[in-house]
């Protein structure tokens, strides 16, 4: 038999304003992984299933900080893959028995580019998400508070020696 779940590119890696979805990505990821180790068994497929951006209704219903519904769709959800393109792939990956697969358009490329660059990565993620941010028009003091450290720790010789890149989501 086959146990597939579907998780998202998010369970790679996080992006501003969805910590608790990633956080719940990223346990699928720990979960299944262990699952398929203890389990061990040829007979029992499992699979993790890793969708980028699908034209779903995921971002109309993501909650902001109140705990209210966001209300509108992302572009890049927007010009996301069809659900039916996704599960015509998704049926093919589960026929050839893979056990981790990323489904969706350019974002899948976001995996290689974090594991092998993850400061260039960094900043990808943090430019998108300033450029919704100022689409929709949204002016977070909390969020003015964590650029301005960011700026700050980005000149500082301390970080600049050491190479590091803050993280103050």
Known sequence: GSIIAISSLVGKFGTRYR???????HALHGYFDS?????????????LACPGFIK????????????SAQGTMDDAQEN??????FAKQLI???????????????????????RFFPKLFAKIIKKACDDILEKLGINDPVLEIAKKLE???????YFIDRKLYPNVD
């Open 80 to 85: 996301g893959m069809l659900a039916t393109d």
């Open 19 to 25: 910590s608790s979805y990633a956080a719940s990505k």
């Open 35 to 47: 699952l398929r180790i203890e389990i061990d068994n040829p007979n029992i497929h499992i699979m």
């Open 92 to 114: 093919k990956d589960i026929k050839a028995k893979k056990e981790e697969v990323y489904i969706g358009g350019k974002e899948v490329k976001g995996i290689l580019i974090k």
């Open 56 to 67: 779903t209704n995921v971002t109309i219903n993501a909650l902001t900080a109140d705990g």
């Open 151 to 157: 700026e700050a720790a980005l000149n500082d010789p």
